[in-house]
């Protein structure tokens, strides 16, 4: 029996080859392959789909999350509070713009606990950058509250929620500024390295215009040291592509979760819950087990490949050890770093690769 992988990125392309194809062969005749009418248009697009007014094309996810953080003007010993449990990508935007990220713990749902939020609010905290993590949107209501009550910014990350309503609005519209990957395996996924940044705020997204492009809004007039960061247009014409199917796209991830949620009964599993006037699109269904490594292993020998999102969290990172936030400082987040499995779940899965997953997951003695 086949394996079953973690992603099929073949079968995304397959669901709207011609109309990609068409995109592509338009891009390569056009004789324009930076900051042309693909991006502007992508980005018009794109934030008219967040709900949003201004958005800028980034290189990738980390240099939206980056020159968001460099937008609000960060100056070193800002702090900024960030989840424990997300991608590393979250925390070193904030560090690589000078700040300091300041680790909170998530709820039950892997979003950032707004209590814990309060809890790490100093008379430095600058900021506070939300992950909604797995494509759950956090406790936004909440969180804008806390946000205006202190007078923070607020950033999100939301290189995996792109579509889900938290209430009325979609993520990304919430914050100062929202920032997306369009990484190939993302729900609005590019074929190679993209990012945005959406905000109601055009003075945010002229100054990240500025930043992704040398610091110069206009051609060899530097403001500042940018970087290099732009969605090329062939990315951007893509992307428009997959982002004119989104709905089918999250419905289809909807059902599939669906499935698993009746479909998984083994007791010794936690399933993904979705919080009360939110939308979960689903870029990972995560189950928990006590005996996560073994579980893995028991799929892994059933053809069943998995991944762990992430299993060392950025505080016990290498990279972050300068905090000295120590092991033991953060128990929730360590806690799911152990227990936390993601199970095959991506666009043109089949009803029978999921079978085989729930049979199996059904089937594991913990
Ligand atoms: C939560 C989160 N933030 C940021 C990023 C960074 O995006 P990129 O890989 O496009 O730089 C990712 C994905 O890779 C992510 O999952």
Redesign the pocket.
């Known amino acids: 029996m086949d394996e079953i992988m973690t992603n099929r990125l073949d079968r995304g392309f397959e669901k709207y080859r011609t109309e990609f194809e068409e995109a592509a062969l338009r891009v390569l005749g056009s004789g324009w392959y930076i900051l042309g009418k693909e991006c502007e248009s992508f980005e018009e697009a794109f934030a008219s789909y967040i709900g949003s007014r201004y958005c800028a094309g980034t290189g990738?996810?980390?240099?939206a999350?980056t020159l968001a953080c460099r937008a609000i003007k960060l100056e070193p010993g800002d702090e900024v509070i960030v989840p424990g449990n997300?991608?590393i990508?979250?925390v070193m935007?904030i560090s690589i713009a000078g700040g300091t990220p300041v680790f909170a713990e998530p709820d039950e749902y892997y979003g950032i606990d707004p209590d814990d939020i309060e809890r790490k609010i100093t008379d430095r905290t600058k900021a506070v950058m939300v992950?909604h993590?797995y494509g759950l949107p956090a406790q936004m209501d909440r969180i804008t509250d806390i946000c205006k009550k202190h007078s923070l910014k607020l950033i999100e990350?939301c290189?995996?929620s792109h579509g889900a309503h938290f209430g009325d609005t979609v993520t990304g519209a919430f914050g100062d500024i929202g920032?997306f990957?369009?990484?190939p395996s993302?729900n609005l996924g590019a074929f190679g390295?993209?990012?945005a940044a959406v905000s109601a705020s055009e003075e945010y997204i002229k100054r990240i215009k500025m930043l992704r492009n040398y610091g110069s809004a206009q051609r060899y007039v530097n403001e500042e040291v940018g970087i290099n960061s732009r969605l090329d247009e062939m990315q951007a014409a893509l992307l428009k592509v997959r982002l004119g199917h989104m709905a089918e796209l999250i419905e289809e991830k909807k059902k599939a979760a669906a499935f698993y949620d009746s479909a998984i009964k083994n007791p010794a599993l936690i399933l993904p819950k979705v919080r009360e006037g939110a939308e979960h699109v689903y870029h990972q269904y995560v189950i928990r087990c006590a005996d996560r490594d073994k579980l893995q292993a028991y799929l892994k020998d059933k053809g069943i490949a998995t991944i762990i999102h992430y299993p060392i969290p950025p505080h016990l990172s290498k990279a972050y050890a300068y905090l000295g936030v120590k092991e033991g400082s953060l128990p929730v987040t360590e806690k799911y770093a152990k227990e936390v499995l993601s199970i095959p779940m991506y666009t043109g899965i089949t009803r029978e690769e999921q079978e085989r997953v729930a049979d199996a997951l059904n089937s594991f003695e913990a």
Request: charged share 15%.
């Open positions: 990738n996810g980390l240099d999350l997300t991608y990508a979250s935007g992950v993590l990350d290189a995996q920032c990957s369009f990484y993302k390295d993209g990012g």
